[in-house]
């Protein structure tokens, strides 16, 4: 019988050798956990098939390693289609590789050359401290969330289509903004590991929408005092952020932010006390 570890091993050696292998030289950051130093290790990887994914390519490594009693290159990954956002890594400099648009898990091998050393290493920023090797954490996000990603109104079961309608600019800027996978390549990119472009998408996403206006202004201070608590820097106009950003998240959304922020500091009432319910 053959076991789901024989299947995936069985999948991994047929990507190699079905289209012309080639070889690389992987320089990758080992770090045992987030309390002791780091550092680059030299790994040679034969047999990479163009046709292999970037993890694909690291599950090769990985597969060697174990085979040979060595502890496996830990590094995120859940979907490996382009729309989680767990997949990330700094690839020669960059986050997420050298292709615009484009995580990891999207990456193909053909984008690199026979022979090529890659570095490979975590997410660096204050925020996101390294748990082991390519390993992140990235709950200052969910905690920036938790402040004020969602809607309050009850919505009641889903309503007849057009019930409400919503101009088809407000609906697209919504949708566009709504694609951001909370992957945090735009601290990663950013001089200052800011992460205004991550909270401007989220407050954009419910922002241009009706339900979204009762909580705007009071979602807008409380994500951005979230975001500043967390130890995310400030943004000075670098535009880094939206060059990584593997879904083209526009800067025009930290403008849209800025904006929002200002209004709320200036014109927002108190938050209500929610005492006995009242
Ligand atoms: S804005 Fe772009 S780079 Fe930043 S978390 Fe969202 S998808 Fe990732
Ligand atoms: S593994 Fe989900 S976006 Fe890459």
Not at 107 to 116: A, P, S, T
Not at 137 to 145: K, L, Q
Not at 203 to 221: F, I, K, N, S, Y
Request: charged share 25%; aromatic share 6%.
């Amino acid at each position: 019988m053959t076991t789901e570890k024989q299947t995936f091993d069985n999948k991994l050696h047929s990507r190699q050798t079905t289209s012309g292998g080639f070889g690389l030289k992987l320089k990758v950051w080992r770090q045992r956990n987030s309390k002791q130093k780091g550092n680059f290790v030299e790994y040679n990887v034969d047999d990479v098939s163009p046709d292999m994914s970037f993890l694909e390519m690291l599950d090769v490594l990985n597969q060697r390693l174990i085979r040979k009693g060595e502890d496996p290159v830990a590094f995120e990954h859940d979907c490996r289609e382009g729309i989680c956002g767990s997949c990330s890594m700094v690839i020669n400099g960059s986050a997420h590789g050298p292709q615009k648009a484009t995580t990891t898990c999207q990456l193909h091998m053909r984008k690199f050359r026979d022979g090529e050393t890659i570095v490979v290493e975590p997410f660096r920023a204050k925020a996101f401290p390294i748990l082991k090797d390519l390993v992140v954490d990235r709950s200052a996000f969910d905690r920036i969330i938790q402040r004020g990603g969602y809607i309050s109104v009850n919505t009641g079961n889903a309503p007849e289509a057009n019930t409400t309608r919503i101009p088809k600019t407000a609906a697209d800027l919504a949708m566009d903004a709504a694609q951001c996978i909370g992957c945090g390549a735009c601290v990663a990119a950013c001089p200052n590991s800011a992460a205004n472009l991550f909270v401007s998408a989220k407050l954009t996403h419910l922002g241009m929408l009706p339900q979204g206006q009762p909580e705007r202004a009071q979602r807008a201070l409380d994500m951005v005092k979230q975001a500043q608590a967390e130890g995310f820097g400030g943004c000075t106009n670098v535009g880094a952020c939206a060059s990584a950003c593997p879904k083209e998240i526009p800067l025009e959304n930290i403008a849209r932010m800025n904006r929002d922020f200002l209004k709320a500091s200036l014109f927002a009432r108190p938050k209500r006390q929610e005492v006995g319910g009242v």
